[in-house]
């Protein structure tokens, strides 16, 4: 298995609703991060764990909470959001070791905030 | 911080001829260079990287240099076919699961 999955596709939410996104990977990657990517634009980093322990976190705001519940999960919890984060949000994996690995990414789920 | 500037934004060439996107990064320190395609309503996919410990690396179609002395890395697609309309991005990083700065991307099109 090669793939890192993402569920859901596609999210809609409120501005007072509490949602979670979801990763999977099980490829044996000890490293998982989450991205956001705006229209046309690049990825941007928000968040990377390492052996499950949190590592980065790129001053995202409090209403995007990460959690790591093991080696092939990753959440990312969500609560009163703002239309602004409306964005594809990215997984993506790694391998951890002394030389760098490249990072496999999953398909995204869309989110929409009204 | 490290910066990767990305040149052109959007590229359009006739099937068949050959595509070059370039890019240039400001941290010495990186040295792991990757480039990822994403293709409408997908994540981003790894086609190719390159270490600083290497000057070249070529993939069948695709070819990456990078010139540590000037800081650039250029991307190169030959013999294009349709399938590579895409948004490729250049990226640059200097450890394991460290942050991957990425370019802004350049949008290439395949004309028929």
Avoid at chain 2, 43 to 58: H, M, T
Wanted: with cysteine; proline share 6%.
């Amino acid at each position: 298995d090669t793939e890192v999955t993402q569920t859901p596709k596609h999210l809609v939410m409120g501005m007072t609703n509490k949602k979670s996104l979801k990763c999977e990977q099980h490829m044996g990657h000890r490293a998982m991060y989450w991205y956001k990517q705006k229209a046309k634009k690049p990825p941007e980093l928000m968040f990377v764990y390492s052996y499950e322990k949190l590592s980065i976190n790129e001053s995202v705001p409090s209403r995007f909470s990460p959690e790591c519940p093991n080696s092939s999960l990753l959440n990312l919890h969500l609560h009163a959001l703002q239309p602004e984060d409306s964005a594809l949000y990215l997984c993506a994996s790694s391998h951890l070791g002394t030389s760098l690995n490249e990072q496999f990414f999953g398909p995204g789920t869309r989110l929409t905030v009204l | 911080g490290e910066n990767v500037e990305q040149h052109p934004s959007t590229l359009s060439v006739q099937e068949g001829d050959s595509a070059v996107i370039k890019c240039t990064y400001s941290d010495s320190a990186s040295n792991y260079f990757p480039w990822y395609k994403q293709e409408l309503g997908k994540g981003p996919q790894l086609i190719i990287d390159i270490r600083s410990n290497v000057g070249e690396k070529k993939d069948q179609r695709i070819a990456v240099t990078l010139n540590k002395t000037a800081k650039h890395f250029s991307l190169h697609i030959t013999e294009t076919q349709p399938e590579d309309s895409a948004v490729y991005f250049c990226a640059a990083a200097y450890s394991s699961a460290s942050k991957i700065i990425f370019g802004s991307g350049t949008r290439l099109s395949i004309r028929p």
